[in-house]
């Protein structure tokens, strides 16, 4: 089943992890949105929903392992593989990169799919990319449920998002929720400098 861009929206917005209002960013910035992915993550069904579409996009593609980072990529990677009826493999963190831990395997030319939660600046899905590369696997793609970057993020390989979206930031001397006197929240599990 086919799932649009406008369903993927509303998943996240009946989820409570697209909220409207003015927001201060991790970056210091502040905004007039604000996405909290671990609000869909709770709801396992929804969860379910979202990655039928990545697996219904890569369902001829003959994927043997779907790789996903920590924290809420493993979950997708965990449900796409499942979906897909392959195995799914966790790239935690090691250092400053991303390692398979516990003596896990990726043997070289296995056809790999990269999956992630939301797409910021690309960091994670490229640190999977650099996993993958180490163990010579073939990345036959990256998928996310949303790529914040407006799709300017490129990784050099096929790339899919449920969903693309330009997260319009203001700095705060010129924003104009600031301006309207518009109170501010701080979202909570992010560090704010
Ligand atoms: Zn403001």
Same mark, same amino acid.
């Given at each position: 089943m086919?799932? @649009?861009k406008? #369903?993927?929206?509303s998943i996240?917005?009946? *989820?409570g ?9 991790? +970056?210091?910035?502040? *905004?007039?949105e ?13 969860v379910?929903?979202l990655c +039928?579409?990545?697996? &219904? !996009?890569f ?6 392992v ?7 990529g493993?979950l ?5 593989? &499942?979906?897909?009826?392959?195995r ?5 963190? #090691?250092?400053?990169? !991303?390692?398979?831990?516990r ?6 030319? @296995? &056809? =790999?799919?990269?999956v %992630? %939660?939301?797409m910021?600046?690309?960091?994670a ?16 793609? @990256?998928a ?7 799709? =300017?993020?490129?990784?050099? @390989? ?27 929240t701080?979202?909570? *599990?992010?560090k704010?400098?």
């Amino acid at each position: 089943m086919l799932l @649009t861009k406008e #369903e993927v929206r509303s998943i996240f917005l009946d *989820s409570g992890a697209l909220m409207h209002g003015h927001f201060k960013l991790s +970056s210091g910035r502040h *905004s007039s949105e604000y996405w909290e992915k671990f609000w869909v993550l709770q709801y396992p069904d929804r969860v379910q929903l979202l990655c +039928s579409e990545i697996a &219904r !996009r890569f369902a001829l593609d003959n994927i043997e392992v779907v790789l996903g980072p920590t924290t809420g990529g493993i979950l997708l990677a965990f449900e796409v593989a &499942r979906q897909l009826g392959v195995r799914a493999l966790y790239a935690e963190t #090691e250092g400053d990169k !991303r390692a398979l831990r516990r003596g896990l395997q990726l043997a070289p030319n @296995t &056809r =790999t799919l990269i999956v %992630d %939660d939301i797409m910021t600046t690309g960091l994670a899905v490229q640190e999977c990319l650099d996993l993958a590369a180490i163990h010579q696997a073939l990345v036959v793609g @990256t998928a996310v449920l949303v790529d914040r970057s407006g799709g =300017t993020v490129n990784l050099g @390989t096929r790339q899919e998002a449920l969903l693309t979206i330009d997260v319009v930031s203001f700095d705060p001397s010129e924003c104009p929720l600031c301006q309207s006197d518009a109170p501010i929240t701080k979202p909570g *599990s992010r560090k704010l400098s």
